[in-house]
């Protein structure tokens, strides 16, 4: 991406709206198609605390580069040196919408898909040239949230995307092979299978799960990954030690795991439990200082993690 | 606990000599009992470290109290106005303790066992007032961790208990019911046993799920909860709105996670994967940096979690 080039953003939900704001931060412009009218005149005004942000957790910023709103997926992409695709999760629509592009757009320029549960086989089997196609998903809020999880079947485009990521302050990381829900919402749905889990057998509340998660295991993983955390917990022996003298109770733990099922009492109990935590705080608020506490984290780790 | 009051360390390993340090760094003497000699005369060294990292999280520390190193557990106990008993995980071990505990402490004084992997009611069935004792899991290493995760059958005695935590910058929560693993290493297990998973299967490489996991959920998990997280993941609806639209796709997603073994092509992996992400540095040099982090993090965080 050189300066001055223009970003496609194609779809301007939450995700493509953060997206955009980080692109704008960083200096780029950005050509939006959102194809919801109501939703496309709301954009301007709820793009401006997103790209704040980002301003808050990155310094030497150049201008924010411009913001235009297109007619029409063609003028999105018409000229544009990148396409991140931000529209909901349904294949048909997807496929459809890589069409549009690959008629429209320059030949050659990366679509990346931030789907969240689809994978690139399903998505790129109809398409002219489908080694275009990345999946590049990111966590919400991507710009505040480094994380970009990236798929692709060529890999100097996947390195040449991952390159682009980090021009933006990002952290890419890369699948060997595709998967449902990548990495980390796979490790965020197994996490939360037990939390769900331990409110449905009332070992605990859901405001005292979650503090538990703060205040221990959440708290040590913003630093140190899971695996890294076994290699530091088993001693001068490492992660080799813990294995050969611990791996057989922590298969143990693991059948003592629960498989709990969503219905209508857990749910209930879930709903009454985040009622009780949030303590009448609304999800605005809440988001509010969530934000900041991200923003907080990540200032006070730089260079701080192994 | 009045100042003044004399806290008893039973076990001088990793957990004790951190829970020791924390009581002194507040200010309180330790009488701390370690049963093999060698490693009894490396703690006045060992603790001097963490005592300094208390000093980095906490402000208005009063004077360190004094380290009495026992010669016995009577010794240790003789006087004690808390008991924190951190000896290995063997269920008779721990109950011939609790017993000699009885005989020699004053009536009444509580016990809190620092177990991660046995419970309550194991603990308690050989004692003559099994209200005495509680199970007081801290997240290692204790000093730095703020979790502690409670549970005891008299409930003044937990609240009482409770508040001497936060009294040293501690975050006490608490179980409704015993549970193996508590809640902390529950979820922890549930995380990791996806994490072994993604690698066994091939679908990412050890230090990619840290990446992805410190640079995304990980991150996220320090400043909202698991449950906090999909309410505020849920539009201006919520955790109800998102129960009702997308339990069922979370349901099928925790049916695509593995069921792992640690067979010994896994366990080869695991450990080549840490060497990669180590890349040479060794184990203290990696605690050292998590510790920094931690410290970091705590310090940004300060009245910054909703």
Redesign the interface.
Known sequence: MAKGDRIAVIGGG?IGTSWAALFMAWGHDVALFEHDETSRKAIPRAIRGPIGQVAELASGLPAPGRLHLADSLEDAVTGAAWIQENVPEKVPLKRAIYAAIETAAPAGVTIASSTS?LVWSELSADMADPSRLITAHP??PPHL???V?MFGPDAARVQAAAAFYRSLGR?P?????E?????????????????VN??A?????????????????????????????????G??G???HY??HL?????R??Q??G?P??DAAT?AR??D??AA??GG?D?A???A??D???I??????RE???
């Open positions: 939450l549960s966590f919400n949230m480094p994380l999880e952290h990381v890369f699948l060997r092979r998967a449902v829900g990548h990495i980390a919402n796979r490790l965020s749905s197994a996490l939360w299978r037990e939390a331990m409110v057998e009332g070992i605990a509340d859901v405001d005292q799960i979650d503090a538990a998660l703060v205040h221990g295991p959440g708290l040590r993983w913003s630093v140190v990954g899971a695996h890294m955390a076994y290699h530091l917990g001693g001068a490492g992660i080799g294995l050969s791996g057989p109770s922590q298969e733990r693991w003592d795991l498989q099922r969503l749910c879930l709903v439990g985040i935590e949030a705080r999800i608020t809440l988001e200082l969530r900041a506490g991200l907080a984290v990540q200032r006070a780790l701080k993690r192994p």
